[in-house]
């Protein structure tokens, strides 16, 4: 019994260091694609990994775009939405997507943060509050992205 119970536990410990992937299916069209999605730096933007399918070249990019708010010209937080998109040439898919930010005034605080996707497209929607006066400031930026990869954003 001791035996079977460790040869188990062995088994298991194995099983969990194996390396996964995640695979995500582009608009229906029985396309999948298998590929690690991580967050971009702040500083890179990782441009046409190309993945091949047959005679399909699939690319990916991925980029960011971000929302400041200034008082007195003082940068008091910023809002960053990352994205990677996939496109070939006829169509482009929103991936992965997350946003996040950066309090840099300790009189602000987040209300709310969210991000979405949908199609070729990817958003993040914020609510702060300036803590000393009650003043919220609402907002949302986004970021597209064209058959041919080029990423739109506002």
Not at 79 to 86: G, I, K, P, S
Request: negative net charge; contains cysteine.
């Amino acid at each position: 019994m001791k035996r079977l119970l460790i040869m188990c536990v062995m088994v298991f410990a194995i099983l969990a260091f194996i390396p996964t992937t995640i695979s995500y299916a582009a608009d229906d069209d029985g396309l999948c694609a298998e590929m690690n999605v991580e967050a971009c730096n702040i500083d890179e933007i990782v441009e046409d990994q190309i993945i091949k399918d047959g005679s399909r070249v699939i690319n990916t990019v991925s980029d960011y775009t971000t929302f400041t708010d200034l008082m007195n010209g003082v940068l008091q937080f910023y809002v960053r939405l990352d994205a990677t998109f996939l496109y070939d040439g006829s169509s482009a898919t929103c991936i992965a997507n997350g946003a996040s930010y950066n309090i840099l005034n300790s009189n602000w605080q987040c209300c709310s943060l969210t991000s979405s996707r949908t199609g070729n497209y990817a958003r993040a929607d914020f609510d702060f509050v300036y803590t000393p006066t009650g003043t919220h400031v609402t907002g949302y930026i986004w970021m597209s992205c064209t058959p041919n990869g080029v990423i739109n954003k506002g």
